[in-house]
């Protein structure tokens, strides 16, 4: 249970990546966090009171509420280090995140037999090397390294409140829900004082129109999301942290392929050589 539903993890993030990504190519990051996490928030708002989720209301809940004042610096963090790019430096830096659920796996005293730790290592190459990363070219700028790594601290340790947040289903979806509500108010006030500052909260071609236009986007965005928070948490609580931590960081596999796919782009040598080996990985995981 604990590789299907971390495997299922890495898809949601992975397509929820690509579909972020592209997104951002049309309208402003900060408005993409905000109108994506209000759509999910609203139905995950139904579905609690549907569940009767407010009964499990509890100080684990406050897990729920670092995770999304977390979310948000992450995403933002990373949204710029790819602006500074390079993306083939910035995309592998950003999995190194798997680092905080791993470690805190292993502090509590997680012991993954010979086959899982081997797993472990080559999913975890196989992951940083499916970005791309660029060993030539012109020199990274130091900030870009520096928002990278910050958003992966972020991302890393999301996933380790999350999977703090609740013991029950319907305890998880009132905590996806406060970390929904969470991740607005940060993002919504992050917005706030952009726009303040003369930072735009609409594309500059076509305003609210392109919106409109991209709100399934935005849906399936903020919704795939919540989903993979969702499955990450049921992962980690029922079976090693180590395990479900590195299986649910194949994402950057998924969103190279959907890159494949969708847009046509192809692979580099050092992808493909790095999905094989986060294939591997995967499999002595789900083995050992």
Do not use: C
Request: glycine share 14%; net charge positive; proline share 5%.
């Amino acid at each position: 249970m604990t590789a299907l539903f971390a495997l299922a993890t890495s898809l949601l993030w992975g397509l929820a990546d690509f579909g972020g990504g592209l997104l951002t190519r049309r309208v402003p990051a900060l408005t993409v966090v905000v109108v994506s996490q209000t759509v999910a928030a609203l139905v995950l708002g139904v579905v609690v009171v549907a569940t009767g989720g407010w009964s499990e209301a509890g100080p684990q809940l406050w897990f729920a509420v670092a995770a999304g004042a977390v979310g948000p610096v992450a995403m933002l963090s990373f949204y710029k280090a790819l602006a500074l790019g390079p993306m083939g430096v910035v995309s592998p830096l950003g999995s190194l995140g798997v680092a905080v659920p791993v470690s805190v796996g292993l502090i509590v005293g997680e012991r993954p037999g010979l086959l899982q730790f081997a797993g472990v290592a080559v999913a975890v190459v196989g992951i940083v090397l499916a970005g791309g990363p660029e060993l030539r070219g012109a020199p990274v700028q130091r900030r870009a390294v520096v928002l990278t790594l910050v958003a992966a601290f972020g991302f890393g340790t999301v996933m380790s409140l999350i999977a703090e947040a609740s013991t029950t289903v319907s305890g998880l979806f009132l905590a996806l829900f406060v970390q929904r509500l969470t991740n607005i108010t940060v993002g919504g006030t992050a917005l706030y004082v952009s726009v303040r500052r003369g930072g735009r909260a609409l594309p500059e071609v076509g305003g609210a129109a392109v919106i409109r236009a991209s709100l399934p986007a935005l849906a399936f965005v903020g919704l795939a999301d919540v989903a993979a928070n969702g499955t990450y948490s049921i992962a980690a609580q029922h079976g090693p942290v180590t395990v479900a931590a590195v299986l649910a960081s194949l994402y950057p596999v998924v969103t190279a392929l959907a890159a494949r796919g969708v847009l046509g782009e192809r692979l580099r040598g050092v992808q493909a050589a790095g999905a094989g080996l986060a294939l591997v990985g995967t499999v002595l995981l789900a083995t050992g």
